[in-house]
């Protein structure tokens, strides 16, 4: 049998999710082997990009940071911040967005702000960055999570990135014009989102771990009725992450 | 210095820079995003000379942003990202000040920020956009009312109105424009007729550069009138945007320059250690910026290895292969 880790099956389920023509933005950690192996196995056509402005780089070594030089390098266009954003949000491109967060509600919505009250936080993260911009504006979102109930959460802290607001049509209602929560993808399954509703349902449940476990770890009731075995990785899936994507083990 | 006349006024040290241009309680810009191309030298040199009260304007400043937090530099920051990717999930100095209440705070996001840059730049009041509808960043505010509308903190964080141009209910965010004191970005090369050339990303420096009063330009190298203008395309400013220039190979370091040297890992994640703790990170200040008179002293402490292990391959940018656990 196979053997693989939380990151390796993380990577590939959210890289599944991809699909030709799709314009990925990506953050770093998990996300970036996520948006590689997303190109080099199931979807060569599509187009890797980070919020920093480089588009398109050829990413012989997984970066870093959004803005480490190598998101420069073999680009077709390197630029600048505003020119990324009018990627994101364009009404040509389907763009989805790799995102990771601190909380998650069942709607999707995300904190990257604080824990506590927000003027004297008893924990301060780094904030928004670019993803209450890309929850705003990309066709879609995927977030990654560690998934246990501190994380989440029946209220957020802090909304930081909007998903699908407080369900139903509320989002479409507050102005934005596209978009929403796609997926979450953590590292024991794969959440997706009720047409109706907007709430979280759990659509997969990873080899080797039970539904209740989701369940438990989950401070909201989520629908696990429709709930699969996702498939596992194969032998040239978890190649090509090691080999190509990330050879120099710095994340998997 | 008299090699270059065009820019013979514009020429200096970087302590006359920083002294003439940088001033207590300033609004201060600077260029770069977390691992890359933060003016660093003139960061440190902020610090060396003590300066107070600082209103730092910024999208996602990493390394930079830290230091001058941590040195106390800081008094109030209006921010969309504190975090220096692997090498900080959350900006060390940032989070203490932050949870001890230490500096004041305003959230917003990097488009916002960026936005804001680009209203300044164009002499605008204000620009819209739909970033941010339903969150908390359009909720809450930071700033107290008490400082808001003077010192150039804007008379308010946000507005949402409806689209004028709009029959069917549709909201628009409006975001004040940023007009900082002073913005310090490095770049790889200026001319030697002041023209700034960025290569690699830009992020959002060319507009955080035009919306401010004042702009020190750190860089590589200073290149001939020749080579600045044989591919114009590649400019990123033209000299009439910049009042001081200073020559200062490395001045990014520890974090990174396309085309040049890489980021470095050990500075980095010998960083990440002491900045957990105050008394290390003070060690760490008095180590490698009180302890160290200018920028020349402090690569002699950095290292001639150090700075060969990280040096870029021109090719690719980076340094190929190098240890960055």
């Known amino acids: ?252 | 210095m008299s090699n270059y006349p065009e820019i013979a006024d514009k020429l200096m040290s970087l302590q006359e820079a920083v002294g003439r241009f940088v001033t207590n309680g300033c609004q201060l810009s600077i260029g770069g995003f977390t691992v890359a191309r933060n003016p660093m030298a003139a960061v440190y040199e902020i610090v060396r000379q003590r300066i107070r009260d600082i209103h730092l304007v910024c999208h996602s400043n990493g390394q930079g942003l830290d230091v001058l937090i941590g040195a106390g530099c800081v008094k109030r920051v209006e921010i969309a990202y504190g975090g220096n990717g692997r090498y900080a999930p959350t900006c060390f100095r940032f989070r203490k000040a932050v949870e001890r209440s230490q500096i004041e705070f305003e959230d917003y996001s990097n488009y916002q920020m960026s936005l804001r840059f680009l209203a300044g730049s164009l002499s605008i009041p204000f620009i819209s956009t739909k970033s941010g509808l339903g969150s908390d960043l359009l909720r809450l505010q930071g700033f107290s009312e008490e400082i808001r509308g003077q010192n150039n903190v804007a008379r308010k964080k946000f507005e949402i109105i409806q689209n004028p141009f709009a029959e069917e209910e549709d909201r628009v965010v409006l975001l004040p424009a940023l007009t900082p004191d002073v913005a310090i970005i490095h770049a790889q090369y200026v001319g030697e007729d002041g023209t700034v050339r960025i290569k690699g990303l830009t992020f959002a420096d060319a507009e955080q550069a035009k919306s401010a009063d004042a702009v020190i330009v750190t860089c590589e190298e200073i290149v001939s009138r020749s080579f600045i203008r044989l591919d114009p395309d590649q400019n990123t400013l033209p000299p009439f945007f910049v009042d001081a220039i200073v020559k200062l190979p490395y001045g990014a370091h520890p974090t990174a320059c396309f085309g040049f040297y890489d980021y470095d890992p050990k500075h980095l994640n010998h960083y990440k250690k002491v900045a957990k703790d105050d008394d290390s990170f003070n060690k760490y200040l008095d180590e490698w910026v009180y302890g160290v008179a200018d920028h020349e002293e402090y690569l002699n402490r950095v290292g001639a290895a150090a700075l060969l292990g990280i040096k870029a391959n021109p090719v690719v940018g980076y340094a190929q292969g190098l240890d960055r656990k």
């Open chain 1, 1 to 252: 049998m196979l053997t693989y880790s939380a990151n390796e099956m993380m990577a590939l389920a959210a890289g599944r999710l991809i699909k030709d023509g799709d314009i990925v933005f990506a953050g770093t950690g998990v996300s970036i082997l996520a948006a590689t192996a997303a190109k080099r196995i199931y979807a060569p056509k599509a187009i890797v990009f980070f919020e920093t402005g480089g588009i398109d780089p050829i990413l012989e070594e997984i970066p870093m940071a959004v803005a480490d030089s190598r998101v420069m390098y073999g680009t077709c266009l390197n630029s600048g911040l505003i020119e990324a954003f009018s990627i994101v949000g364009h009404r040509r491109l389907h763009t989805v967005a790799f995102l990771g967060a601190a909380q998650i509600d069942r709607y999707g919505n995300l904190n990257t702000t604080s824990l506590g009250e927000y003027h004297r936080p008893k924990t301060r993260f780094p904030g928004s960055g670019g993803a209450c911009d890309v929850a705003s504006f990309a066709s879609g979102v995927i977030t990654f999570m560690q998934h246990d109930r501190r994380r989440f959460v029946e209220q957020l802290d802090y909304l930081t990135s909007v998903g699908w607001y407080q369900g139903g049509n509320s989002r479409k209602k507050l102005g934005l014009r596209r978009g929403g929560a796609i997926a979450v993808v953590t590292n024991l399954g794969l959440m997706k989102f009720d047409e109706t509703s907007k709430e979280m349902v759990l659509a997969q449940y990873y080899p080797g771990v039970s539904v209740t476990k989701i369940v438990e770890n989950t401070s909201f009731s989520i629908d696990v009725s429709g709930a699969t075995e996702a498939p596992p990785p194969s032998e040239e899936e978890l190649r090509i992450l090691r080999e190509e994507v990330d050879p120099q083990r710095l994340i998997l």
